[in-house]
């Protein structure tokens, strides 16, 4: 069906246009009157012509300038221009009309035939012109619709490859909206954080992201000005819970407007054992610090379970040999602080009464370090705890443990516990750093204890001199004094005004003093041949009950003079092979300690006993605290009222290396209030037996 289309007839006789529309009365068309070239133009302005027939002669703008003006514009250049005349039928007239554009030249009257013909023709080429405009358009709709599907196509094949790749690769990649909104997340995204998409849509992706780095991820989001990517480091959250660290490159997308950011792209790498080791490393650093800054150990590991919690444990124990050689809790800490003492007073309780088989214990005496990734319920049960300390260490909740023995120069001085609350807290690399902390804590341990020692070596070193110098000063004075009065007696002799007799007594004085000075300085030459390897034994064979009676002889004074009882018990008449003065020796320190300590009723006694001889010298003294009697062998060592009875403290050191030079014992028995009791077994013939290896002359942790 044709649609109607306008013709623009243009003239200022009303009859002119009558005239037109009388002819051109198809139904299809539709006349557009038009009074003046003004009229005209305006009604090309609003619409749309097929064909302009216009009348050339008309006031202020005729035919030909209407014409004119009907070219220059864009709209209505190109509708072709019928010019009407009848009046300028002369060629000149035609021709200026052609010039202006005009496509045909009608004169007036006109023929209604030409006239329809004329306008028909160019309403039939306006129409197919149409037709052709229409049907271009439809084609190029067409085109573009079948170019926007194939680009759509290419576009969702392209998306689809760049996901494969995204999944392919081992870290976290995503795209988000401008505002933070989750866009796309790959494969390993969903495999790490164990989120659906669903739950990830939207701002739930953030859920995975610690609470503590968050701001600093939405931090990102605001500086969309920023062009090159930006790295942060953040904690994601794992599927089983556990926090690893990320690092996390996140650059905006911008396509056409720089300033405005279409989507965030990022990626995340995992760098947990990155910053693991950098942990680790800071830890023995500053721990290497804190071993040299004190000589406090104690407050020392202290300090260094406060660095481990919550860091690299939830708590964390240290624990060394104690001075009695068991294992002790030195240190710990627990996140929870209110839970420190509790959690350290059940430790202790396993470290007494626990299980060699199991945890800190099974590492000092293995040396091994032991690691547990996830620790069940039933793991308590290897303790051999009571059912009540059992509940109670479960109630702490710990799912991981990293057990390091601290050990240096191949001896372990005790154990460090790192535990976690959640479940495979430590790695083999974790082992390594633990053990290296052993090693450094071992090694500040034995230097503690070696500054102690020393400090304690020259403690008892300078109470030794002031004893020693006191000891050696009182004969000393004794004898200036007895000489003196020896010069007196010598002079008062020469005049006959004293008896010789008188005389002497004061020179038997002057060698009791002189004997009490050689015997001094004999203990000490003694200790310092012992202290050199020179202390030597010449064993020969004697008769025990004659060394019985030399000793008895030397004692039979001194026990007088000091209320005291000796009895012999069981002495035989046996010959032994021995080194007659050492032990003649051994027995006056024994008797005269007794005397000296416990003076009343004493025993000298002896028994056989599977080929050896025990010796033994009891008395019903005051006895000696049990808590002293572990040291009284050692050099140096004074038990109780040290200031009211004279002595080195050097007697009962000198005893037990002549026993032992002898490959025999030295021990005591001893209960406050109800005396003491030193026995010593010897072979009978101490000559032929294997020598004993030599042993240091002070240990460590006495
Ligand atoms: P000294 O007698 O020179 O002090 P010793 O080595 O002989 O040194 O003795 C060490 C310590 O053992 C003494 O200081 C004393 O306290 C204690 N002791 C030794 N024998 C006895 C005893 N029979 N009764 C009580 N204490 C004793």
């Keep these: 069906m044709n649609r109607k289309v306008n013709i623009l007839v243009v003239d200022d006789r009303p009859e002119g246009i009558l005239a037109v529309e009388a002819v051109l ?10 009074n003046s070239g003004n009229d ?3 009604a090309l302005l609003s619409g749309e012509f097929a064909v302009i027939l ?34 300028n039928q002369d060629e000149q007239y035609v021709y200026q009309g052609y010039s202006v554009g005009a496509v045909d030249y009608i004169m007036k009257p006109f023929d209604p035939f030409v ?5 028909a023709i160019f309403v039939d080429m306006y129409r197919k012109n149409k037709l052709i405009q229409e049907q271009a358009k439809k084609l190029y709709e067409a085109e573009v619709k079948t170019y926007a599907q194939a680009l759509d196509k290419l576009e969702i094949k392209s998306l689809r490859r ?16 401008p505002d933070g909104q989750y866009e796309y997340f790959n494969r390993v995204w969903f495999e790490y954080t164990g989120m659906s998409p669903t739950v990830a849509s939207g701002h739930g992706w953030k859920e995975a992201v610690h609470s503590d780095d968050l701001p600093l991820l939405l931090n990102v989001f605001q500086s969309s000005t920023e062009e090159r990517p930006q790295d942060i480091e953040c904690r994601l959250r794992r599927h089983d819970g556990v926090w690893r660290w990320h690092l996390l490159r996140i650059e905006a997308e911008r396509y056409e407007d720089p300033s405005e950011v279409k989507s965030w792209l990022g990626t995340a790498t995992d760098i947990e054992e990155r910053r693991r080791e950098e942990d680790r490393e800071r830890f023995l650093s500053r721990a290497g610090e804190l071993l040299v800054s004190s000589l406090d150990f104690t407050k020392t590991l202290g300090e260094l379970a406060s660095l481990a919690v919550p860091q690299i444990a939830d708590w964390c124990s240290f624990d060394a040999l104690g001075d009695d050689g068991s294992l002790k809790v030195m240190a710990s800490r627990h996140a929870q602080s209110d839970l420190t003492v509790p959690a350290s007073a059940l430790h202790q309780r396993y470290l007494e009464a626990g299980s060699t088989d199991f945890g800190s214990k099974k590492v000092f005496t293995t040396g091994i370090p032991e690691i547990q990734h996830d620790l069940s319920a039933d793991f308590f049960e290897g303790i051999d705890l009571d059912q009540d300390t059992l509940e109670k260490l479960r109630s702490f909740r710990m799912r991981s443990l990293l057990i390091v023995p601290m050990r240096s120069q191949g001896r372990t001085v ?8 959640r479940p495979g807290a430590y790695l083999d690399a974790d082992v390594r750093f633990g053990l290296e902390l052993g090693r450094r804590v071992a090694l500040a341990y034995e230097n503690f204890k070696l500054f102690s020692f020393s400090q304690q070596a020259i403690e008892i070193r300078n109470d030794f001199l002031s004893i020693a110098s006191h ?8 004898l200036k004094l007895q000489l003196q009065t020896t010069k007196k007696s010598l002079e008062l002799a020469r005049s006959g005004e004293l008896p010789l007799d008188r005389f002497r007594k004061s020179i038997d004085a002057s060698c009791k003093q002189v004997d009490r000075l050689i015997n001094l300085v004999q203990v000490l030459l003694d200790v310092s041949r012992i202290q050199s390897g020179k202390f030597t034994f010449r064993f020969q064979s004697v008769s025990l009950r004659e060394m019985v009676d030399e000793v008895l002889e030397r004692f039979r004074e001194v026990i007088a003079s000091n209320n005291c009882e000796l009895s012999l018990s069981g002495v035989e008449d046996l010959r032994v092979i021995w080194d ?32 050896k001889i025990l010796l033994y010298v009891e008395d019903k003294g005051a006895g000696i605290p049990s808590e002293k009697l572990p040291a009284i062998f050692d050099r140096f060592e004074r038990v109780g009222n040290q200031d009211s009875v004279s002595g080195l403290g050097l007697g009962l050191y000198i005893v037990k290396q002549i026993v032992e030079g002898h490959h025999g014992k030295v021990t005591v028995s001893s209960q406050e209030g109800q005396g003491t009791k030193f026995t010593v077994s010897l072979p009978l013939d101490a000559s032929d037996q294997e020598p004993i290896p030599d042993e240091p002359s002070q240990s460590l942790s006495h």
Excluded: H
Aim: hydrophobic letters at 45%; glycine letters at 4%; charged letters at 20%.
């Design 162 to 177: 760049y996901q494969y790749l995204a999944d392919a690769i081992p870290q976290v990649v995503f795209r988000l909206l």
């Design 115 to 119: 006239l329809k013909s004329k306008v």
């Design 414 to 421: 005790g154990t460090i516990i790192f535990a976690s609350l």
């Design 580 to 611: 007659k003065t050492r032990i003649e020796q051994v027995m006056i320190n024994l008797l005269t300690n007794a005397i000296k300590y416990a003076p009343g009723k004493i025993t000298l006694g002896f028994e056989r006993d599977d080929g």
């Design 54 to 87: 216009m009348d050339v002669q008309m006031p202020i703008l005729n035919g030909f300038d209407t014409a004119q003006i009907i070219r220059t514009r864009e709209k209505s250049r190109d509708i072709p221009i019928i010019f009407m005349s009848a009046i």
């Design 25 to 34: 009365t198809d139904p299809t068309y539709s006349i557009v009157p038009a």
């Design 471 to 478: 000891e050696l000063n009182t004969p000393i004075t004794s």
């Design 40 to 42: 005209a133009l305006k």
